[in-house]
């Protein structure tokens, strides 16, 4: 359900105020007092590290759809022994939209978005790190009849159906919104 809303754009009264809409988005939520943690719906354009480190910060979470050129990084494999140097942050890297080709692992399953009755969607859940964070987060890839994405949790202990299911309620809210006035 929409918490707040206000004017992001409009009226400029200073060319010094050098805030994005990231930011404009974190200060929006993090004024609000909240009594529990909470997961942030957003859009793909928010799928960036300044605003997930942001609500990180403060014990919030992020669901967000990826960009359609996204990339993910394997953990480091365990070192053998000691070595000189740095350890690896990052193993190898993965383009996203690659993983829709291992069809075989994904889960079929009724929709769980409000709405979608007798749809039938395969999903997968795998956890990668992310470099805008330097950490783990949970990807899941979804084959909808309507077309496939990619979405993204910093919340590692949401299951795939839940966070497709939170993404769902993206549109429901958009909409609702542009009514509103």
């Not at 480190?53 to 000691?82: D, E, I």
């Not at 202990?157 to 542009?178: A, D, M, N, P």
């Amino acid at each position: 359900m929409p918490v707040a809303a206000r004017i992001h754009e409009g009226v400029v009264w200073s060319n010094r105020d050098r805030r994005t809409l990231l930011d404009k988005l974190s200060t929006l939520l993090l004024g609000l007092a909240w009594d529990e943690p909470l997961a942030v719906v957003a859009d793909a354009y928010y799928a960036a590290g300044k605003c997930a480190r942001a609500l990180l910060a403060c014990g919030q979470h992020l669901v967000t759809r990826v960009r359609s050129n996204g990339v993910a990084y394997l953990p480091p494999p365990a070192s053998k022994g000691p070595r000189r140097g740095r350890l690896a942050l990052y193993g190898m890297k993965t383009r996203l939209r690659e993983w829709f080709c291992g069809k075989k692992k994904f889960i079929k399953a009724p929709s769980p978005v409000y709405g979608e009755t007798g749809v039938v969607l395969r999903y997968y859940t795998f956890d990668l790190i992310w470099r805008p964070l330097g950490r783990l987060v949970r990807f899941v890839w979804v084959i909808h009849p309507r077309g496939r994405l990619v979405l993204l949790s910093t919340d590692l202990t949401l299951e795939g159906l839940e966070i497709i299911r939170l993404y769902g309620w993206r549109f429901k809210i958009g909409v609702s919104s542009t009514f509103c006035g």
